[in-house]
């Protein structure tokens, strides 16, 4: 299998760098029904009682609270989409990643800050503090040098591995929906 490598993330910043920074679209919407299984849908009901539609978040998950149930903070994780069709050349494979909501839209830190509320199709959700990172599995499921790229100081600063969203008023999200700042 073939990986990007840093060179070839280089190339492609601009394209990311270009993603809509105030109203964008949703790309993919992806459950996790358990450890390492993906379910891509069309739609979803995002709620503040178990997040994604499907997903395992509210079953329990790696950050939680003091009384065991999952962290709201960690409850909906967004990717720009871009930066997995730089990663990943195969669609289905950029699953993979394990983020719910995959957009064409600016997620760096100039753009949105902890706090800011974002309007996807018919729910609210709100862009939490928690840092969103990749890890081991990333690396395996795309390459260390997407990896190291992504967690760099300036990957960091862009986000490129995503964010990390809480739902503040329930709604569906399609496929196509928009995306926007609220």
């Known amino acids: 299998m073939n990986h990007v490598t840093t060179s070839q993330f280089e190339e492609q910043i601009e394209y990311i760098l270009d993603a809509p920074k105030q109203s964008g679209t949703v790309k993919m919407i992806v459950a996790r029904p358990a450890t390492n299984e993906r379910q891509i849908t069309d739609s979803c009901l995002l709620s503040a009682k178990g997040g994604t539609d ?15 149930s999952p962290h709201p903070d960690v409850q ?47 729910a609210t959700v709100e862009v939490t503090s928690i840092p969103h990172n990749g890890c081991k599995k990333f690396a395996e499921r795309f390459g260390s040098e997407a990896l190291a790229y992504i967690n760099s100081e300036e990957g ?20 196509h929906d928009t995306i926007e700042k609220w």
């Open 54 to 68: 499907g997903d395992h978040w509210a079953k329990g998950c790696w950050k939680s609270l003091p009384d065991g």
């Open 156 to 175: 960091k600063k862009l986000h490129l591995r995503g964010i990390y969203v809480r739902v503040v008023e329930d709604g569906l999200v399609r496929k």
């Open 76 to 122: 909906i994780s967004v990717m720009n989409y871009r930066v997995l069709q730089v990663i990943e050349q195969d669609e289905e494979r950029r699953a993979l990643a394990g983020d719910n909501l995959c957009v064409d839209f600016d997620l760096s830190e100039e753009n949105l800050q902890p706090g800011e509320r974002l309007r996807i199709g018919a």
